[in-house]
């Protein structure tokens, strides 16, 4: 009970914190508003195919929109020795990290719900013939977005270069859920529900949730403290 309470503190901290500049969230949604608004005009592309290729536009205006959300995510905490506080009060770095994995999940899966009606309208398809399997895919493929993102905004927030190493790790390593949500999120836009012949890439993407969050739990510590 303790431990959920920690979580939640932190995580109530950073939205907070964001929502008082909104810098990152701001820039965040101007960017993926740009980006879909130029996807629509470079492709003419009849609706049938704009369907086929949904889950790609989508999800690499996801990808790199969050970005910008996660790389504020331990920067934030730099002037005034913030994050030197945090890691040495009483709380376990899983506590710390899932708190700010939280607080990063709420953000960008609110960038993430803006876009899609917006991808709808500007290229005139619908996106809730499936509605709620697609917000399945998306929540599970926004968790490994951020849960990888902010591991990795813990291992490069001292690097000078942060903004670009962040996109340089995260990127590879995101590849196979990804995948995954592309393929799912193409396929419910085309209207046709999760079934046998895309199962696999909805267990693999939940696969990839479970194992990559315990992996960072475990290795949090040693990120921060080194």
Same mark, same amino acid.
């Given at each position: 009970m303790r431990f959920f309470r920690q979580v939640w503190v932190v995580a109530a901290k950073d939205l907070r914190a964001e929502f008082?500049?909104?810098?990152?969230?701001?820039?965040?949604?101007?960017?993926?508003?740009?980006?879909l608004l130029m996807f629509s005009f470079a492709f003419d592309l009849p609706v049938e195919t704009t369907r086929e290729i949904s889950g790609g536009l989508l999800w690499i205006v996801f990808a790199f929109a969050g970005t910008l959300v996660l790389n504020r995510s331990f920067a934030r905490e730099l002037p005034n020795d913030c994050l030197d506080a945090l890691i040495a009060?009483?709380?376990?770095?899983?506590?710390?990290?899932?708190?700010? #994995? @939280?607080?990063?999940?709420?953000?960008?899966?609110? +960038?993430? =719900?803006?876009? $899609?009606?917006?991808?709808?309208?500007f290229n005139n398809v619908s996106v809730?013939?499936?509605?709620?399997?697609?917000?399945?895919?998306?929540a599970l493929g926004t968790w490994g977005l951020t849960v990888i993102g902010t591991i990795f905004? #813990? @291992?490069?927030?001292?690097?000078?270069?942060?903004? +670009?190493? =962040?996109?340089? $790790?995260?990127?590879?390593?995101?590849v196979p859920a990804l995948m995954g949500a592309m393929q799912l999120t193409s396929a419910l836009v085309a209207g046709k529900p999760i079934g046998a012949d895309n199962e696999a890439w909805l267990k693999m993407l939940i696969g990839?949730?479970?194992?990559?969050?315990?992996?960072?739990l475990v290795l949090v510590e040693t990120v921060l403290v080194g």
């Open positions: 008082r500049t909104k810098e990152a969230i701001n820039a965040s949604f101007a960017f993926a508003l740009v980006i009060a009483p709380i376990s770095g899983a506590a710390l990290f899932l708190g700010k #994995a @939280l607080a990063n999940y709420v953000l960008v899966l609110a +960038v993430e =719900l803006v876009s $899609l009606p917006v991808f709808s309208i809730t013939a499936q509605f709620w399997e697609l917000m399945l895919v998306l905004s #813990a @291992l490069t927030v001292n690097i000078r270069l942060r903004e +670009v190493m =962040l996109p340089m $790790l995260t990127y590879p390593i995101l990839f949730d479970v194992v990559y969050t315990a992996v960072s």
